[in-house]
Every structure is written in structure tokens, then in C-alpha cells.
């Protein structure tokens, strides 16, 4: 059974930090890069950063560059989302997501991912 279960998520004040993990099991984790998104309420889905399991490129939408870094650890089959300096504008639903591809253009491309996590929420206070 293919699973990514997002953890880490929590309410924190501004300016302050939180690591983000997404664990997966059932799929070949070499074979895929995986992509970050968060959903706020009212707001469509956003593709924020993803990290290419083949050389270990990333991007970054530019509402996190220079805040989010995105890590992976291939022996625990698991990607980081690191988040620095978090705003309240932040705050969301953060889900991890499965995809054979990783580029600038493609990120934000929800068709592009195969498997998704069940989310994870991210709350911000000012």
C-alpha cells in the first residue's frame, strides 16, 4: 500500500520555525521526487517547493524562497521540509505529494503527482 504521512505541523508564533517531515512506504522512493504543497482555507492548492530524488535539485515557489528548504534522507525514505521566519500568511494545510518528475515549471502541477499524504496543518499566530 503506497502511504505519505505528513508530520511536524502545529501552531507557532511568527518569525519563529518548523520541520515538516513526509514519510513514504509502498513505491520505489528512489524513482520519485517529492513536492510540497499547502491549501489555505478558501484558497486553491499551492505547489511550494519540490526536491528531485535522481540528483537533488530543488525549487521553490517565491512566497517560500529564501524561508523553506526542502531535504531528503533516502535511507529513511523520507523528505524535510524545513520552514524559517514563518508568517501568519503561511498557515495552511501542508501536504507532501509523489511525482516522476521535478522541475521549476512543473512544481505546482497537481496532475503531474502520483500519490499524496493526508495533509498536515500549519498554524501561524501574529
Known amino acids: 500500500e503506497v502511504q505519505l504521512v505528513e508530520s511536524g505541523g502545529g501552531l507557532v508564533q511568527a518569525g519563529k520555525s518548523l520541520r515538516l517531515s513526509c514519510a513514504a512506504s509502498?513505491?520505489?522512493?528512489?524513482?520519485?521526487?517529492i513536492g510540497w504543497f499547502r491549501q489555505a482555507p478558501g484558497k486553491e492548492r499551492e505547489g511550494i517547493s519540490c526536491?528531485?530524488?535522481?540528483?537533488?535539485?530543488?525549487y521553490y515557489a517565491d512566497s517560500v524562497k529564501g524561508r523553506f528548504t526542502t531535504s531528503s534522507d533516502n535511507a529513511k525514505n523520507t523528505v524535510y521540509l524545513q520552514m524559517n521566519s514563518l508568517k501568519p500568511e503561511d498557515t495552511a494545510v501542508y501536504f507532501c505529494?509523489?511525482?516522476?518528475?521535478?522541475?521549476?515549471?512543473?512544481?505546482?502541477?497537481?496532475?503531474?503527482?502520483?500519490?499524496w499524504g493526508q495533509g498536515t496543518q500549519v498554524t501561524v499566530s501574529s
Open positions: 509502498g513505491f520505489t522512493f528512489d524513482d520519485y521526487s
Open positions: 526536491i528531485s530524488n535522481s540528483d537533488g535539485r530543488t
Open positions: 505529494a509523489a511525482s516522476l518528475v521535478c522541475t521549476a515549471q512543473g512544481m505546482g502541477r497537481m496532475i503531474l503527482y502520483d500519490y
